[in-house]
C-alpha cells in the first residue's frame, strides 16, 4: 500500500513539475492518425518545441479526433485563454466559413501536381488569401502538405473512370461549397460529413464514395469498404497550421520567434512526409488487395476536367477574379 502511495505521489509531482515548467502550453487536435504526414509534422514540431523550448513552452498532441473535429476546433481555438493555446491544422477546404479566398485550394484540377502547389503556397499571393483570417481571430503559421486526392467508390465496376460514373452515385464530402458544386457538376450528389464519420457511412453504405489522399484512405481504413480506388489527382488536399491570435500576440517576441522557426522546420519536414505517404500508402493499399487501384487515361482526365471545368466560374465572383489571375500566373497555367 505504501508503495503505491509513493509511486501515485511521484507520478503526480512529476506530472506537476511537468506542468509547472512550462510558461505556455499549445495543444495541438487533429483528426488524422499520427502516421500521416500531418499527424507526423505535428508529433516532430511537438518533439522540437519539447526539446528546444523546454521549460518555455510544452506541445501535447491529441492525434483522431480525440479533442474536437474540424468544426468544433475553430470555435475552440477563439475561446482559449490564459497560457494554454489550441492549434490546430484543419484542411484549407473547411475555412470557407474564414476566407472565401482559401477556396481557390479546391478548385478541381487546378494543380497539376505538388510542385505546382508549392509554387503557389511559397509566393506572397496566399497573403491575400489569409488576412481574413486575422480580423477573426485566426493567426494562420504555415500550409501543410499531404497531397493530390483520389476517388474511391463501392461497386461493381471500375468506377468514376468518366464523369458520367458519378450519375446516382452519394459522395462523402469534407464542408467545402466548391467540393460540393464539383460533384454536382459531375452528376452526384455530395454529402458533407466529419472525418471521423466516413470510415463508417462507406461502410454502411450511407454514401458510396469520397475523395481523399492516400494517406486517409489507407491509415483510417477507408479502402477496406471500397472497391475501387480512380487516380484521379483532381484537386489538392492540404493544412493551415492556425491558433488563436490572442494567443499567439501574447506570446513573449522571443518565444514567437522561436517556434516560428520550428514550424518552418516541421512545414519542410511535412513536405517529406507527405512525398513518402503518397507512394508508400498507395503501394500498401495495392498490395492489401481490398479495393483495386484504377489509373486514368490522359482522355479520361481531359473529360474529367471538362466536366468540372465551370466549377472555377461559378466561385470567381467570391474567390476574386484577380486574386485567380495572380494564381494561374503564380502556378504558371
Ligand atoms: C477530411 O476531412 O477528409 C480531411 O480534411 C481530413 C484531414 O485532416 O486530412
Known amino acids: 500500500m505504501k508503495k503505491i502511495l509513493s509511486v501515485v505521489v511521484l507520478s503526480a509531482c512529476a506530472l506537476f513539475t511537468g506542468l509547472a515548467q512550462a510558461e505556455y502550453v499549445i495543444k495541438f487536435s ?37 479533442l474536437y473535429n474540424d468544426n468544433k476546433v475553430m470555435e475552440a481555438m477563439r475561446l482559449a485563454s490564459g497560457n494554454t493555446g489550441l492549434m490546430a491544422a484543419p484542411s484549407l477546404s473547411k475555412f470557407v466559413k474564414f476566407s472565401k479566398k482559401l477556396q481557390v485550394f479546391d478548385i478541381p484540377f487546378l494543380f497539376n501536381d505538388i510542385n505546382d ?4 503556397v ?19 503559421l504555415g500550409f501543410w502538405d499531404n497531397g493530390l486526392k483520389v476517388f474511391s467508390i463501392n461497386g461493381d465496376k471500375p468506377l468514376l473512370v468518366t464523369p458520367q460514373d458519378f450519375n446516382g452515385k452519394k459522395f462523402r464530402i469534407q464542408s467545402s461549397e466548391v467540393h460540393e458544386a464539383m460533384i454536382k457538376a459531375l452528376g452526384g450528389t455530395p454529402q458533407k460529413l466529419p472525418f471521423k464519420e466516413v470510415y463508417t457511412a462507406l461502410g454502411q453504405g450511407v454514401v458510396d464514395g469520397q475523395e481523399n ?19 484521379s489527382n483532381h484537386s489538392y488536399l492540404g493544412y493551415l497550421l492556425v491558433v488563436s491570435s490572442e494567443f499567439w500576440n501574447s506570446l513573449p517576441d522571443d518565444i514567437r520567434t522561436e517556434l516560428s522557426a520550428i514550424i ?33 487515361t490522359p482522355e479520361q482526365r481531359a473529360s474529367f476536367r471538362a466536366a468540372t471545368s465551370k466549377v472555377e466560374d461559378q466561385f470567381r465572383d467570391q474567390i476574386g477574379a484577380d486574386l485567380l489571375k495572380k494564381v494561374h500566373a503564380t502556378i504558371g497555367h
Open 30 to 66: 487533429h483528426v488524422v492518425t499520427p502516421t500521416t504526414p500531418k499527424g507526423k509534422a505535428a508529433q516532430y514540431f511537438a518533439d522540437q518545441v519539447n526539446e528546444k523550448m523546454a521549460g518555455k513552452v510544452r506541445v501535447e498532441v491529441f492525434p483522431n479526433s480525440q
Open 117 to 120: 502547389v508549392h509554387k503557389l
Open 122 to 140: 511559397d509566393s506572397p499571393v496566399v497573403d491575400e488569401m489569409i488576412a481574413p483570417l486575422e480580423k477573426k481571430g485566426i493567426k494562420a
Open 213 to 231: 489522399a492516400w494517406s486517409n484512405i489507407y491509415s483510417k481504413k477507408f479502402y477496406e469498404v471500397q472497391s475501387y480506388i480512380t487516380v
Open 264 to 296: 518552418k522546420d516541421a512545414t519542410m519536414k511535412g513536405r517529406v512526409f507527405a512525398a513518402e505517404a503518397d507512394s508508400g500508402d498507395r503501394q500498401k493499399i495495392e498490395e492489401d488487395k481490398y479495393a483495386k487501384v484504377v489509373d486514368m
